[in-house]
Every structure is written in structure tokens, then in C-alpha cells.
């Protein structure tokens, strides 16, 4: 019988059975009795490592490795070069339960010992009642962090170029892994991006230049005893067709105000701008703001609108192409016949679209001889007679007194916009007051 240790895992064990024959025989009666009997037998199974070291071992300052087996079992390391089992003082082995056995070596104790565990190859052997099982064969050598051989550089690029982030490691056993990592101007946001590669030659991340790859790339070489970083800026410059545009309107009247606006988004940002009428450079100096995309400038021109003011606009940033042109029209209206009540004007402008309609408002306050006498502001709307004369009947005029009136103009595109003011139009004096007056 073989009987299991006090205390072993009894998971570790096999039973077969084991038959044997008993037999008695009987001179008297010529006969014989056999009996088979039945008894187990516990057969051990043999050690199984769950884990042993790799076959390499790096190290810099310090070891802590383990061996593992499946079931109890008294594990020794064993110099292969001599077959000799490690003194576990020195080496600093300590079995700390029934199926783990670990090496922890620093400083001096390291030191000590580092010639023969770089020289020397080992195994862990694990001895049981079953038998004796090594695991394969590894061994220790020194690690190093990693040092980069080449950084990526900062770099400034048209949109639509080409370019290549360099990186690659000097040092660093076992050979560090290379990763990028890419993080956004325009979001904040960062992706991984590129390969990763553990070549001695080095990792290059590959890009070609859009407004979007401008941020920051980084760099990681990574090994099992540090990680190690290094980045560098990509700026991309592009810029997109600068755009004019008044406000509030590109219809004007005669002798008001208009703004006009340049945007342009680009990189680097526009620092001037200038305004240009027909080609011609106009000597105006704009005020400058971003907007809410920090790549784009806007440029605010005013203009008092005069009778030179009509004509194509457009506007060149410093250092960027001149925007599309687009018109101002000026409208201007003329007192043609103040006959009173009848009233005419005409419309003038450079070219533009056919004016449905115009529209005179008048409004005035008191009168030689009535003080108190007041007229409401009163709109006409005047109809066209084909040669852009506008025409009015003034009613209920009273006389001494000095009209005010506004003319505006419209069409599909603007409405209602002020072409001029007639401030004198007067009536004769004389006549009745309402009223008590005279």
C-alpha cells in the first residue's frame, strides 16, 4: 500500500485497482478454494507547471520571478551548467506555500550573484512523491530602459503636403514597443494613429497634410521597466477664399452709412486687409476681430455712403488671395416737381433691377399763424410713370407749413429702403385755421 502524505493535495492522485487471489486447498476433500480480493491503489500523478520564467529574464535593478505547479510540490532552482540546486539565501528563493516558489533579489544581495545568472542557464524543479518534473530551461540577462534614437520634430506644412514623423529607440532591452498618439488643435481630443512596432529601425508615422492633422503627436517607447515620451507640434497652413459682404444691406441710399466684411479662415491668421472699389485701392482701415472659429479673422470697413460710392468690391487679406467681387448699389432720389399737392422724383442708381415701387413719408409740426396745428406722418405710395419718375398728390395740406419728407424704395431683393429726404417742401402761406384759428 502506498499511502498519501499528511496534508498533500489529494487532487493530485489516481486510483487503479489491484486484484490478488487468495486460494486454500483441502487434502481431504481433494479440493481448493480460491477467493479474489479487491484492493485500490493510489497512484500520484506527476508535478505540472502552471508557470515558470520565460526564457529570457530582464532585469535592472531588481529580480522577482516566480515558478508555479499545479499541485504541492518542493520546488528548488538548478543551475544547469552544474547541476547544482541554488542556495536559497543567496538567491534570495523562498517557497512561500505549497505551490509557489519565488525569487526576489535586489541591491547587494544582486550584485552578488548577476555574473553567474547572466552566464548560466536554470530551470525550476518540482519534486513530489509521483516523481521529479523541470520546467524549461530560461535565463537572466540586464534590461535597460528605453532612449530615443531620433525625436519627432516640430514641423509648419501647407495643407495638401506630405510629411514623416521620425522616432525609433537607441536603447532598451527587451526592445520597447513604439506607439503614437495624436491629439487634436481644432477638439482637444486624443486617438491612437499609426502603427506600433517594436523595430530597431524605428516607427515613422506617415501623414498626408490636411487642415485637420494640425496638434500634437506623440511618441511612446514603452518596455517592461519604464515608458518614455516625446512630441511635436504640427501646424498646418491653409486658407480658404476670403468672402465680402455689407451690412446691412449692398442697396444703399445716398449719404448713409454701410459696413463692409471680409472674412477669411486661415492659418497662419490674417493679420491686414485691404478694400479695393473697380480695382481701385480705397485708403480705409478696417477693425479686426476673430469669430468664434480661432482660424478665422473678420474685417469691418465703414463707408459713408457718396456719390462715388456705387461700384464692385472686394477685399485681399494680408498674404492671402483677393476675395470674388460684389456690388454696391447706391440709389439716389431727385426732386423733380414740387407743385403742390403734386409731388415727383426720380430714381437713379448704377444698373440696378427693375424698382417696383416707392414710397414718400411726410410728417411736419406747426405752421406760421397756428402755432398749435400739427400734420401726422403720412406715407404715400407713388406709381411710376415708366421713365423712373415717382408722383404724388399731397393731401390735406395746410398752408405756412414745411414738410419732411422721406423716399423709399423697393423691390423682390430689399424693401423699403431710404433713398432720400426732402426737408423744405413748404406750402404757401395764408389761408384758414381749423377751428378757431385762422
Given amino acids: 500500500r502506498r499511502r498519501v502524505p499528511e496534508g498533500y493535495n489529494s487532487s493530485n492522485k489516481a486510483v487503479e485497482p489491484e486484484v490478488f487471489m487468495l486460494c486454500f486447498s483441502s487434502w481431504k476433500f ?15 500523478a506527476e508535478p505540472v507547471f502552471l508557470h515558470s ?3 529570457t529574464i530582464y532585469f535592472v535593478t531588481d529580480i522577482n520571478t516566480t515558478c508555479t505547479t499545479k499541485d504541492a510540490a518542493n520546488i528548488s532552482w538548478v543551475n544547469v551548467v552544474n547541476n547544482t540546486p541554488l ?46 518534473k523541470n520546467s524549461s530551461q530560461f535565463g537572466f540577462t540586464h534590461g535597460s530602459v528605453p532612449s530615443f534614437g531620433q525625436r519627432p520634430r516640430n514641423a509648419m506644412l501647407f495643407e495638401g503636403n506630405e510629411t514623416n514623423f521620425e522616432c525609433s529607440f537607441s536603447l532598451g532591452t527587451p526592445n520597447p514597443l513604439i506607439s503614437w498618439t495624436f491629439t487634436s488643435r481644432l477638439t482637444g481630443k486624443q486617438t491612437s494613429v499609426g502603427m506600433v512596432s517594436r523595430n530597431p529601425g524605428g516607427n515613422p508615422l506617415k501623414l498626408k497634410i490636411d487642415r485637420y492633422d ?26 480658404n477664399q476670403a468672402e465680402i459682404a455689407f451690412i446691412p444691406t449692398s442697396t444703399v441710399a445716398l449719404g448713409s452709412k454701410v459696413d463692409a466684411i471680409c472674412t477669411i479662415e486661415a492659418v497662419p491668421l490674417a493679420q491686414s486687409a485691404d478694400l479695393y472699389r473697380d480695382n481701385e485701392k480705397l485708403q480705409l482701415s478696417p477693425s479686426a476681430r476673430l469669430q468664434d472659429s480661432f482660424n478665422t479673422t473678420v474685417f469691418n470697413f465703414s463707408i459713408t455712403v457718396d456719390s462715388n460710392s456705387d461700384g464692385n468690391y472686394s477685399c485681399q487679406p494680408g498674404g492671402y488671395s483677393r476675395s470674388e467681387p460684389i456690388t454696391l448699389t447706391v440709389i439716389e432720389a431727385t426732386l423733380v416737381d414740387k407743385s403742390l399737392p403734386r409731388l415727383c422724383w426720380k430714381l437713379s442708381s448704377n444698373g440696378i433691377s427693375v424698382i417696383h415701387n416707392s414710397t ?21 405710395v407713388a406709381v411710376s410713370n415708366g421713365s423712373e419718375m415717382y408722383c404724388v398728390i399731397l393731401l390735406n395740406l395746410v398752408p405756412g407749413i414745411a414738410y419732411k419728407c422721406e423716399v423709399f424704395a423697393s423691390n423682390d431683393v430689399f424693401k423699403r429702403i431710404p433713398t432720400g429726404r426732402f426737408d423744405d417742401i413748404r406750402t404757401p402761406s395764408g389761408g384758414k385755421c381749423f377751428g378757431n384759428r385762422k
Fill in 87 to 132: 542556495d536559497s539565501s543567496t538567491y534570495g528563493i523562498r517557497q512561500e506555500n505549497d505551490t509557489v516558489s519565488r525569487m526576489t533579489l535586489s541591491g547587494m544581495a544582486l550584485t552578488t550573484v548577476r555574473g553567474t545568472l547572466v552566464f548560466d542557464k536554470f530551470i525550476c524543479r518540482a519534486t513530489a512523491l509521483s516523481g521529479t
Fill in 214 to 239: 494640425a496638434g500634437v503627436y506623440t511618441c511612446q517607447l514603452s518596455n517592461q521597466f519604464r515608458t518614455v515620451k516625446a512630441s511635436a507640434t504640427l501646424s498646418v497652413n491653409y486658407a
Fill in 360 to 380: 414718400l413719408s411726410c410728417s411736419t409740426e406747426g405752421r406760421d399763424g397756428c402755432t398749435d396745428a400739427s400734420f401726422p406722418k403720412t406715407s404715400y
Fill in 30 to 44: 481433494l479440493s481448493l478454494l480460491c477467493v479474489a480480493v479487491y484492493t485500490p491503489k493510489v497512484l500520484l
Fill in 53 to 55: 520564467p520565460s526564457a
